[in-house]
Structures are given as C-alpha cells and as structure tokens.
T-cell receptor, first 112, second 113 residues
Framework: QKEVEQNSGPLSVPEGAIASLNCTYS??????FFWYRQYSGKSPELIMF????GDKEDGRFTAQLNKASQYVSLLIRDSQPSDSATYLC????????????FGTGTRLKVLA | DGGITQSPKYLFRKEGQNVTLSCEQN?????MYWYRQDPGQGLRLIYY???????QKGDIAEGYSVSREKKESFPLTVTSAQKNPTAFYLC????????????FGEGSWLTVV
C-alpha cells in the first residue's frame, strides 16, 4: 500500500508567522509532489508542485523536497487568517501509472 | 470557461437505489479520476481512467462503477452495493503525459436518507 502521511493538526500559528507543513511518503519511485489547499466544504485547489530535490518558491509559499528522506514540506511565510484551511499533500506514483495518492491533510489555523 | 463540471452538487439517495454522478471536462485532458472524501479525512481513489474505453480500480472501487465512452466524460455510479455512500465525491482530471498536475471539479455531496 502506497502511503502519504501528514500530521492532522490543527497547527496554530499567529498572523505574520511562518507555517511549516510536513509530509512523508513511502514509495521511493514517486516522481511528482503537490500541495493543495482545501477550505471546508470546497474542493482542493493547487498551491504548488515540485519535482526536483531542493526548494521551490512561489510568492509566500516555498515547497521543499528531499527524496532521500522521502519528505516534502510547505512553508507559508507571513501567514494570514485567509490561509486557514486544510493542506493536502499529494504524490504521483511512478511514470505511466497516472495514479495520485493523497495524505489526510493538515488543518492550519492562523490566529489574528 | 475551461474546467471540470460536476453535477449534481447535492444529491439524496434512498437506500437500495443506484445514483449516477456526472463529470465533464473541456480541458482536453487524457486522464480522469474519482475520489471520495469523508468528513475530516483525506481523498481516497475510487476509479481512474487514462484513456477512452479504459479504466482502473482505485483503492475503494467496491460498490462503484464507471464508464469512459468519451474523452470529456467520466460518470460515476454509486450502486446499492456501496453500504456507506454518504460522502463528498470529487472528480478530477490531468493532462497525462503532457503535464502532471491534477485539477478538481467542485464536488458532489451525496447523502443517503
């Protein structure tokens, strides 16, 4: 069973702080990694994707990938109350399968 | 507008009935997916399809059926064999070889009454 693990939270951070969300995955053949944000009762929306080891920055968001440790993280700088949501980590398995596995999500609360 | 359209948004089913959830995409994506989400839980894969007239079971396919007769359409039937169907159902698509990202429709809420 291919797994993607996340701490369910809630993770509470004050407004303006850095929120750090973590995800581990079990399949070493995984190739692509995604972070989605999901507000309550809504569908997930893509925040970022990362394919290569290292950091990838997009505005206030930074995704970090370490394939040797099978670890993906998302940093949110200058957290805002509007960032309060559940963050889902997703992994695309090896090429050719088209299969994406999602973690259970981490609930983030940004306190004003 | 390009996107993924799911209907209906809310659906009530009596026990013993089959219901079909519609999913249509105009993104010209090759792959389409159905996920189920229970309250406070992550997404679990029901079925996925990489090309027309072909589909594969996901992790929780029992009690569900799909078809892929057209590239843009991937309907999901929740059969009476699915014992606990009340959930949020999400349809998604991805470009396949041309790209990696998976995109979601707005979801359908199914409640058994």
């Amino acid at each position: 069973q291919k797994e993607v693990e996340q701490n369910s939270g809630p993770l509470s951070v004050p407004e303006g702080a850095i929120a750090s969300l973590n995800c581990t995955y079990s399949d070493r053949g995984s190739q692509s990694f995604f972070w989605y944000r999901q507000y309550s009762g809504k569908s997930p929306e893509l925040i970022m994707f990362i394919y290569s080891n290292g950091d990838k920055e997009d505005g206030r968001f930074t995704a970090q990938l370490n394939k040797a440790s099978q670890y993906v993280s998302l940093l949110i700088r200058d957290s805002q109350p509007s960032d309060s949501a559940t963050y889902l980590c997703a992994v695309k398995l090896v090429a050719g399968t088209y299969k994406y596995i999602f973690g259970t999500g981490t609930r983030l609360k940004v306190l004003a | 507008d390009g996107g993924i359209t799911q209907s209906p948004k809310y659906l009530f089913r009596k026990e013993g009935q089959n219901v079909t959830l519609s999913c249509e995409q105009n993104l010209n994506h090759d792959a389409m997916y159905w996920y189920r989400q229970d309250p406070g839980q992550g997404l679990r894969l029901i079925y996925y399809s990489q090309i027309v007239n072909d589909f594969q079971k996901g992790d929780i396919a029992e009690g569900y059926s799909v078809s892929r007769e057209k590239k843009e359409s991937f309907p999901l039937t929740v059969t009476s064999a699915q014992k606990n169907p009340t959930a949020f159902y999400l349809c998604a698509s991805s470009p396949g070889q041309a790209g990696n990202t998976i995109y979601f429709g707005e979801g359908s809420w199914l409640t058994v009454v």
